[in-house]
């Protein structure tokens, strides 16, 4: 069924591929899109921020590291699906031009205890640009069915109807980290996957069997078109700065508006539950820390934690993040 399998691994293997040219374009799209900050849309807005030049989401790296991923290490075929990353550290941005492969070492190979047609595979990977410099690393586990081993059935699902979102009108106050309480938490509203959104997004980034075709999901087991967990997670992005335009408006009305910085990584993403097409996810935001930092004066470290819900109040996703945001108002 799928074309490779847990067996096909050793602990130890080190697996290349690439490369990948990253274009101008494709930085532009996938930030108008998902992650509108000026430092991924427009080279002289970039000047006036903390980046100082163009360059691409980390989102979309994590994209373009699945992409060869699934073409390198999963040889074009199609996995059972990954629980989480534990964690991922931007290093270095991606620029237009830049040509970025993947260095991925197997770890580890477990078989499942309790579900005997599968595996679980531990890989660290490494993106790395024409230069030779690493720009990503990613800790991870996906699952591969095991040779030979009867496939359990398929979910039983229940296709949803995308609830038509209507965007909220509430804003609230953009703080300065420095004044920011722990503990705030930001809904970030709601947003409704649909099959062409699915489909779209995996051709770029993530193309599975079970991401690309209604009929060839079916027969996984996940039992239906799915997102890419990449797809959830970009989602969560576009829904933070939809919010956050509505606070900046308001925050504006009132004295200046604190700047948010490019994202050094996060830890413990799950993705604890399908999202299905059809399926309408809610997200919110919650402040755990911060703090000012050393190297780079006027800024700080936020660390956030952020998830999402179906609709039927199920768990779907949650990661523990990190991002640069302006320390204090500038005197």
Known sequence: MTGITFEDFTPGDVIEGGPLTVTREAIVAFAKEFDPQPFHLDEEAAKATLAG?????????????????????????????????????????????????IVTKVEECRASNSKPDRGFVRFTLTVVNG??????????????????????????????????????????????LKQAKLGTVRDLGRHAFTPEAIIAFARD?????????????????????????????????KRLHITRQRDIALTERAGPVPQLGPSPGFRDMRWLAPVYAGDTISYACTLLDKRESASRPGWGVATHHNTAQNQRGERVFEFTGSVFWQWDAPV
């Open 205 to 237: 980034y993530d193309p599975q069997a079970f991401h690309l075709d209604a009929d060839a999901a079916r027969k996984t087991h996940f039992g239906a078109l799915c997102a890419s967990g990449w797809h959830t997670a970009a989602v969560w992005m």
């Open 131 to 176: 230069r030779d410099e690493s720009v990503m690393t990613q800790a991870f586990t996906v699952m591969f069915a095991r040779r030979g081993a009867k496939p359990l059935p398929p979910r039983a699902v229940t296709p949803g109807d995308p609830a038509e979102v209507i965007e909220g009108n509430d804003a609230e106050m953009l703080l300065f």
């Open 53 to 101: 030049q163009l360059i691409g989401s980390g989102w979309q790296t994590a994209g373009f590291g699945m992409r060869l991923l699934q073409a390198h290490v999963f040889r074009g075929a199609t996995s059972m699906g990954s629980p989480g990353i534990s964690q991922l550290r931007w290093l270095r941005p991606v620029l237009p031009g830049d040509a970025l492969r």
